[in-house]
């Protein structure tokens, strides 16, 4: 009766471990785990706005899954998933002015995301629907910014014109302090940081009417570009000047991209760059950089036919694709909520990074104390942009690559021939902005 009696209790012990561990199997399903996959480019400023998502996604018991693309497929891959019906490959996305146009459609509305109030209202002319629904959420403000060498020169000597720029950088050639004055991105997705700056800064633009981005009215002018204009045809000269006649500029510019720019200027082998105000941090980055605490920031310098600086403000954000589902929206719109009301992620991130948080609210309160923040407000914030840095139609991509192409032919020819070579792409630019 002994071995009866302990094989009833080893049953029972059994049965009452099974039970515990189907109980315990029943709670861990009622809390199981939630996931975002969030779509983006691996980007300090990025990992910097999702480190602040992380925080509430470790308090909601919801898995953040980053998923890093490159910034050269980035637009193609997620614009293929969005418009294949398979849009629930992302819950977030990284959104972007180049692309908001093509985008609306597929994405959710993001006006109700709480915060939204405390986002500068100039750069979303991008984003918004045809319904004029906004469809981002601001992480950052990526902002042009006029680099110089702090080492070398002392605020009152940095050039305030075009033609400053290049004696003042043929001067620390001669001195032997850099090889080059000014260094550059050129090639196609890079020319803001030379075509642009400087056509902008010359009372200048590509498309008719100079500075418009209402698209019927560009629509209604036939999408006429402006590069014979001489405004442009100014500015290519000059960059032709730049490298071949002064020496100012590396004679490989025209194939830079920002990398490659960024990476001589950190060399030290520069004196001046232009680039985003999201690189100060690459800059300052001992394990990079030759010019940690060497760098300083001003106003754009100025062309002949501008009497004072421009800027460009624009916000990289994050967007919501419709596909995904209702709960995975309400989710997404949590943890951005979170992102745009964490004063101390988006201090921390202008630290790390040079990313200008997206609430607006901080700026004053970083700017009391934080002399770098307040010489780029100097810089950009306190100038007023000429217009936005982008076209927001479908074609804008389409027409970006035209553009390039034409400069960059005109560039590697002689100079007497630019007039000429932009005339030619004329109809070039013209069919890529209109479809044919």
Excluded at 132 to 140: C, E, H, I
Aim: glycine residues 6%.
């Amino acid at each position: 009766m002994d071995w009866k009696l302990t094989a009833l209790r080893r049953t029972a012990t059994a049965a009452a471990m099974a039970a515990a561990v189907a109980v315990g199997f029943a709670a861990d399903a009622g809390a199981q785990q939630r996931e975002l996959k969030v779509g983006y480019q691996k980007h300090p400023i990025q990992d910097a706005s999702l480190d602040m998502m992380e925080k509430w996604a470790k308090a909601n018991n919801v898995k953040l899954t980053r998923i890093p693309m490159a910034y050269s497929v980035f637009m193609e891959k997620v614009t293929a998933t969005l418009t294949s019906g398979a849009g629930d490959q992302f819950d977030i996305i990284w959104h972007n002015d180049d692309w908001g146009q093509l985008w609306e459609k597929w994405l959710e509305p993001t006006d109700d995301v709480a915060g939204i109030g405390n986002v500068d209202k100039w750069p979303l002319d991008a984003f918004w629907s045809a319904d004029r629904k906004l469809t981002v959420v601001p992480m950052a403000h990526t902002v042009g910014t006029f680099f110089y060498r702090s080492d070398l020169l002392k605020p009152e000597e940095v050039p305030k014109s075009f033609a400053e720029l290049v004696a003042t950088g043929q001067r620390l050639q001669k001195e032997g302090k850099v090889k080059w004055g000014y260094v550059g991105g050129m090639a196609m997705n890079n020319t803001w940081f030379s075509f642009w700056w400087t056509m902008w800064a010359n009372n200048c633009d590509i498309l008719k009417p100079l500075f418009e981005r209402d698209n019927a009215k560009l629509k209604a002018a036939n999408f006429e570009p402006a590069i014979t204009e001489p405004c442009h045809r100014e500015i290519v000269e000059y960059w032709w000047d730049a490298i071949n006649t002064h020496k100012v500029s590396p004679p490989g510019m025209t194939a830079y991209t920002r990398n490659e720019a960024n990476a001589i200027f950190m060399a030290g082998d520069a004196a001046f760059t232009v680039v985003d105000s999201t690189h100060y941090g690459e800059f300052n980055d001992p394990r990079r950089s030759k010019i940690v605490g060497k760098v300083a920031m001003a106003p754009f310098p100025v062309g002949p036919r501008a009497q004072k600086p421009t800027s460009w403000n624009e916000v990289w954000g994050w967007g919501i694709p419709k596909g995904i589902s209702a709960e995975r929206k309400k989710l997404a719109k949590e943890a951005l909520a979170f992102m745009l009301g964490d004063e101390e992620g988006q201090l921390e991130m202008w630290k790390k990074t040079g990313g200008p948080p997206p609430n607006v609210k901080l700026w004053d309160k970083i700017a009391a104390q934080d002399a770098d923040f307040r010489m780029l407000k100097n810089a950009v914030f306190d100038q007023k942009p000429v217009t936005h840095a982008a076209y927001y139609f479908p074609e804008w991509p389409a027409v970006h690559k035209a553009y390039s192409d034409a400069v960059i032919a005109a560039m590697s020819g002689k100079r007497e021939d630019i007039g000429k070579v932009m005339q030619d792409n004329v109809e070039k630019i013209r069919r890529a902005a209109t479809g044919n």
